[in-house]
Every structure is written in structure tokens, then in C-alpha cells.
């Protein structure tokens, strides 16, 4: 029998922590030793998340006496800026982080502070961090201590932005991408805002003037392309769903081709990325609770517009599974472990 991994989870008391316990109960290659959480701390975790009642038995733990220098891997579900106060300690230790928040997505640390409003306290890990978008940072990942789990609107939009921008394709300068998210992306907020009562029968756009994930994504881009100057027109909108993701990506052309050999050639070898047919529509529905990707291809006749439809689960795809995925790659595991059972849940 394969050695157990020892891992512990930072923050499990959010959609994300509990979506990345339900999977880790799963894996046939964890051990969990810790899950953290300040203002449930003592609580059992099957008593605040009943569906866990059979899998874990664990009580949750104040995060500041939890030994978690005794792990091989830390994941971070935490709010941003947490990550960063314990991620020294940890790579001094010889134990693996995995941040699922935005510590370290950005490396430039002035464009970070800038967006998130505070002091970086952990600046000189940053360029070790890798992101951890496995599509195309694989050998990076395997190799890597410190892994950036990417956010869920960058997963989806970059997803259905790599095989053009690989091969210059398309204008860079103006990428417009319409996302939609459910109310599960915004966190586990007691906020008004964002409770199901408010936003049922509902539909608006928020961060209109500018979003967090902008530059992440147009920087990731950039890294991707060699360089290449980025310019992305980025609208978010809350739709009433508890989970998922639908992105619709518009690019001009540089040229005529036929985008399907490439998206396919592209993601041929990839385990959790689906490009479907021609004149198929992907719908969050068909990702829910899986680590899947889907992507559908949409010319505009006469015109040098190619619309990108991507679909993910943001709780999956778009944080908890990607970073069991990083988790695995960084760990030598089969990529697909712990994974390939989550179906899509239909209806």
C-alpha cells in the first residue's frame, strides 16, 4: 500500500474548505490530520457539515494550535492575506502550501498590494510561487513547494483563451469575457447581498469598473504568451445558482481557421477539459460537483469574431478540485486521484 499523504486544511468552514474536504474524505492517498477553523474551533466538523457525518470524525482547531509543520501539505481555503502569515514557517519546515486564495496569484507585489489593499507579508516567496493552472504549468507544479491555486473566473476565461493565444491568433488588446458566477464564488458571507432570498428571481453585474481577477488573469496571460501585452474587458455577474461558472469569451481573429483542430489538439491529453462539437452549448449544470472543464467553439459568420463559451464548477474545477489536482502532481500521484469519480451531478 502506497504511503498516505498527511495533509491539514486551513479555513474548512467555507464553501471551499468543505467542497475540498469532500473530496480529500475520498482520496485514497490522504491522510487528513488537521481542519482548522477560529470560530468553530472545538466544534465537531460532522455536527457544523452533517454530509461529512460518515467520512470525517474530526473536531475542528484553532489554526494557531494546530502543529502544522507535521504535514507533507497545507491547503489554504482561507480568506486573502491569511496564507501569507504562515506560509514561511511552513516551506522552513519542508511542508508543501497550496493557497487556494490570492496570496501569491499576482508576482508583481506593487499590482497586488494595490488590488488587495494590503501589505504583502511574505514578498520574497512570491516568484517561487507557481501557478497552479495545470494545463499549462504541469512541470512547474511537480516541482514545486508553493503552488497559487488560481481563482475560479481566471480558471474558466484562461482555459478558453490558452490554444489562441499559444499560437498569436487572436487581438490581445481587446479580449472581452462575460462571466457568470453563482452565489457560492462571493464566500460564505452573512451579506444581503449574497443571501439566496435577495438574489433569486435576480440577475445584475457587480466590479464593473474593476475586478480582482483582471490582473491576474491578463498577467498569467502575458506570462503564457512570452510577454505579450494583455488587455482584458472583464464583467462578472451573480446569477441565482448555488454553484458554477459561465464564461463567454469574445476575440477578434488575426486570421481565418478552423478553432476546433486546435482547442482539440491543445487539450487532447487533458483529463478535466471537454471541447465539444460543433454547435454545441456547454451549461454549468453538465460540470456540477466534477473537476470538468467544457468549452464550445461559436464562429461569427462574415466576421473575424470567435465567441468561446467556458464552463466550470467554481468550487470544484475553479478552487477545491484544482488544488487536489496541484496536490497530486506535486506529490507524484495519478493526476486524476481523488477525481475521477466526481461525475457531474444531473439533475
Excluded at 499523504?5 to 467555507?14: D, E, H, L, Q
Excluded at 461569427?300 to 470567435?306: V, Y
Aim: hydrophobic content about 40%; some cysteine; overall charge neutral.
Amino acid at each position: 500500500m502506497a504511503k498516505k499523504i498527511n495533509v491539514s486544511v486551513v479555513g474548512g468552514t467555507g464553501y471551499t474548505g468543505i467542497e475540498l474536504l469532500r473530496i480529500l474524505s475520498q482520496h485514497p492517498l490522504v491522510k487528513i490530520n488537521h481542519i482548522t477553523s477560529r470560530s468553530d474551533h472545538g466544534k465537531s466538523v460532522a455536527d457544523v457539515y452533517p454530509s461529512l457525518r460518515a467520512v470525517i470524525q474530526h473536531k475542528f482547531i484553532d489554526p494557531d494550535k494546530a502543529n502544522l509543520a507535521d504535514n507533507d501539505l497545507v491547503f489554504f481555503a482561507t480568506p486573502n492575506g491569511i496564507a501569507m502569515k504562515y506560509t514561511e514557517q511552513l516551506l522552513s519546515n519542508n511542508v508543501k502550501v497550496i493557497d487556494l486564495a490570492a496570496d501569491f496569484r499576482i508576482p508583481d507585489v506593487s499590482l497586488w498590494e494595490q488590488w488587495y489593499s494590503m501589505q504583502h507579508e511574505c514578498k520574497h516567496r512570491i516568484n517561487e510561487a507557481v501557478y497552479g493552472l495545470p494545463e499549462v504549468n504541469r512541470k512547474k507544479i511537480k516541482t514545486a513547494n508553493l503552488v497559487a491555486n488560481p481563482g475560479c473566473y481566471p480558471t474558466a476565461i484562461q482555459l478558453g483563451l490558452l490554444p489562441l493565444i499559444e499560437k498569436n491568433l487572436i487581438e490581445t488588446n481587446n479580449i472581452i469575457a462575460d462571466a457568470k458566477s453563482g452565489i457560492s464564488g462571493a464566500g460564505r458571507k452573512n451579506e444581503p447581498a449574497f443571501l439566496m432570498s435577495e438574489a433569486s428571481e435576480s440577475f445584475r453585474a457587480y466590479a464593473v469598473h474593476g475586478h480582482r481577477h483582471t490582473p491576474e488573469i491578463e498577467s498569467q496571460l502575458s506570462v503564457f504568451s512570452g510577454g505579450k501585452d494583455i488587455k482584458l474587458t472583464f464583467v462578472p455577474h451573480l446569477v441565482p445558482m448555488v454553484r458554477g461558472i459561465h464564461a463567454t469569451l469574445y476575440v477578434d481573429c488575426l486570421e481565418s481557421f478552423d478553432p476546433y483542430p486546435i482547442f482539440n489538439n491543445f487539450y487532447k491529453n487533458e483529463p478535466f477539459v471537454d471541447v465539444l462539437e460543433d454547435k454545441q452549448y456547454p451549461d454549468t449544470k453538465s460540470v456540477r460537483a466534477s473537476n470538468l472543464c467544457r468549452i464550445s467553439l461559436h464562429k461569427i459568420p462574415n466576421s473575424k469574431r470567435l465567441i468561446i463559451l467556458s464552463v466550470i464548477d467554481n468550487l470544484v474545477k475553479g478552487a477545491a478540485g484544482q488544488a487536489v489536482q496541484n496536490m497530486n502532481i506535486m506529490m507524484g500521484c495519478e493526476e486524476t486521484a481523488g477525481l475521477d469519480y466526481l461525475v457531474p451531478l444531473v439533475p
